[in-house]
């Protein structure tokens, strides 16, 4: 089973700020890696596909990269609306999984 | 519009079974492949089952393999979850996602989710 790991757990950065998040898995994924934004109370919602793609309506200022076993999803500009939970996934290999996440919150 | 809709959960005591489904709605639902995931109070992202298209390849968590049955009605462009002998670290919220091959095959849609805690 391929292990997702998350750093930080949790990230403090001021609106306006650069916010960058980390992904590493425990063998290569390739580029099949999604990221996912949570808010309070909803479903996920995915962001990036195959490690570097955003999905149709995410903002340019999401953007991934990495290949292999080291991945990061970076947000150049934060909005309020951006305050979330990011979650990282491989679907190289069964079971997909997730990483544990990261909490993005205000500074 | 493109939606996912849960339903079914419910407070259920430990050893009890319960069938969870997820309607699906404002696209054609049967040449997608369609998963199961779902998130223990407070807690990340789980993913549980993954149904093929046609129904006939499934795959399981190894927390569930044995217990929970993945299935469909293309005709009813309905989604299942059928689990048996329920445990307590079966509490979550469990979301139906679709997956799209286009996409890696990231899960492009989700649903809001249908909460099964499981209590005696």
């Known amino acids: 089973e391929i292990v997702m790991t998350q750093s930080p757990a949790t990230l403090s950065v001021s609106p306006g700020e650069r916010a960058t998040l980390s992904c590493r898995a425990s063998?290569?994924?390739?580029?099949?890696l999604a990221w996912y934004q949570q808010r309070p109370g909803q479903a996920p919602r995915l962001l990036i596909y195959v490690a570097s793609t955003r999905a149709t309506g995410i903002p340019a200022r999401f953007s991934g990269s990495g290949s292999g076993t080291e991945f990061a999803l970076t947000i150049s500009s934060l909005q309020s609306e951006d305050f979330a939970v990011y979650y990282c996934q491989q679907y190289n290999d069964w079971p997909y999984s997730f990483g544990q996440g990261t909490k993005l919150e205000i500074k | 519009q493109v939606q996912l809709v849960e339903s079914g959960g419910g407070v259920v005591q430990p050893g009890k079974s319960l069938r969870i489904s997820c309607a699906a709605s404002?696209?054609?639902?049967?040449?997608?492949?369609m998963h199961w995931v779902r998130q223990a109070p407070g807690k990340g992202l789980e993913w549980v089952a993954v149904i093929s298209y046609n129904g006939i390849n499934k795959y399981y968590a190894d927390s569930v393999r044995g217990r929970f049955t993945i299935s469909r009605d293309n005709s009813k462009d309905t989604l299942y979850l059928q689990m048996n002998s329920l445990r307590a670290a079966d509490t979550a919220l469990y979301y139906c996602?679709?997956?799209?091959?286009?996409?890696?095959?990231?899960?492009?849609?989700w649903g809001q989710g249908t909460m099964v805690t499981v209590s005696s």
């Open positions: 996602a679709r997956d799209n091959l286009g996409m890696g095959p990231a899960f492009d849609i």
């Open positions: 404002g696209f054609t639902f049967s040449p997608y492949s």
């Open positions: 063998q290569s994924v390739s580029s099949n």
